[in-house]
């Protein structure tokens, strides 16, 4: 029994690497030099032409061809060496790429990434690139809207260089709880001409009042930006059972007036003169045989 169990331990034991070996991915693709780099980082002025390398590494024991394709921003400023790589078994080949920064360039960061793809599995190398010269941080808040029990605003970042926004949600009613509700880090990075549409929950909104939202975006390095909006809050179904009410009300006496309106108006007496009014002046009833 001893032995037996002795036994599972050890092909456990022995299955564990291979498991973790097939589990690892046969090829990589990173920054080449650097020791791990997480992503590229390159810096220049506008017309500089930048130039850096990526290496594939094959770990597995066929032949790797690989395909390349750049995105982002600043996709169209990137030049690969080439767009496809054979690289032999259990090998690291390297590919060139350069970035001309043209003359019109904004100051600021400019993203890429340069994408790798083979046998149905694709990864990626971010680039950061900033261009020298001074920066301009700006946000806006636009679109600011009310929906049910949510808040949907958009921020926008019309700068140069990326941003990090705190949001403050603040309300001011006649009758409801006000609601002051600060968001950090929403989103964690805004990239310079980017737009985020977000949504906040209202929890315990009105529901009868007439409400102002405001919204404040604020982030390091930007002048703070301000929206607001207004909502009314009506309590439909209530609103509507006191308005079948009021015409349920109102019919009986629409009918008492009409009823008063269409009795004949009663005789006055024979006997009854009319005496002229003025100062002085009594009305009487004048006898008969006088």
């Known amino acids: 029994?001893?032995?037996?169990?002795?036994?599972?331990?050890?092909?456990?034991?022995?299955?564990?690497?291979?498991?973790?070996?097939?589990?690892?991915?046969?090829?990589?693709?990173?920054?080449?030099?650097?020791?791990?780099?997480?992503?590229?980082?390159?810096?220049?002025?506008?017309?500089?032409?930048?130039?850096?390398?990526?290496?594939?590494?094959?770990?597995?024991?066929?032949?790797?061809?690989?395909?390349?394709?750049?995105?982002?921003?600043?996709?169209?400023?990137?030049?690969?060496?080439?767009?496809?790589?054979?690289?032999?078994?259990?090998?690291?080949?390297?590919?060139?790429?350069?970035?001309?920064?043209?003359?019109?360039?904004?100051?600021?960061?400019?993203?890429?990434?340069?994408?790798?793809?083979?046998?149905?599995?694709?990864?990626?190398v971010r680039i950061r690139l900033r261009v020298g010269g001074p920066t301009l941080g700006a946000l806006t808040v636009e679109d600011v809207s009310v929906s049910g029990d949510a808040i949907r605003y958009s921020l926008v970042n019309r700068g140069n260089t990326p941003l990090t926004p705190s949001i403050t949600i603040r309300t001011d009613g006649f009758f409801g709880r006000p609601l002051h509700h600060r968001s950090h880090g929403q989103p964690p990075e805004l990239l310079p001409g980017r737009r985020v549409t977000l949504t906040e929950k209202w929890p315990n909104r009105p529901s009868l009042d007439a409400v102002d939202v405001h919204i404040r975006a604020t982030a390091p390095g930007a002048p703070p930006s301000e929206a607001t909006t207004s909502a009314t809050f009506v309590p439909w179904r209530t609103a509507a059972l006191a308005a079948a009410l009021l015409v349920a009300a109102a019919v009986p006496a629409r009918r008492l007036l009409r009823r008063r309106d269409a009795s004949p108006a009663r005789p006055r007496p024979p006997d009854a003169v009319d005496a002229p009014e003025g100062p002085g002046n009594v009305r009487h009833a004048a006898r008969s045989g006088a």
């Open 1 to 124: 029994m001893l032995r037996t169990a002795a036994t599972a331990v050890f092909v456990l034991l022995c299955a564990a690497p291979a498991a973790r070996a097939a589990d690892a991915p046969t090829w990589t693709v990173e920054p080449t030099a650097g020791g791990g780099r997480p992503y590229v980082y390159m810096e220049g002025v506008p017309g500089t032409v930048l130039e850096d390398r990526l290496s594939v590494t094959n770990r597995s024991t066929d032949p790797l061809t690989v395909r390349f394709q750049h995105s982002n921003s600043a996709a169209t400023w990137l030049t690969l060496a080439t767009t496809r790589l054979t690289v032999p078994p259990r090998t690291r080949a390297e590919i060139p790429f350069s970035v001309t920064v043209p003359a019109d360039a904004l100051p600021g960061d400019h993203p890429a990434a340069i994408t790798a793809a083979s046998g149905g599995r694709e990864a990626s």
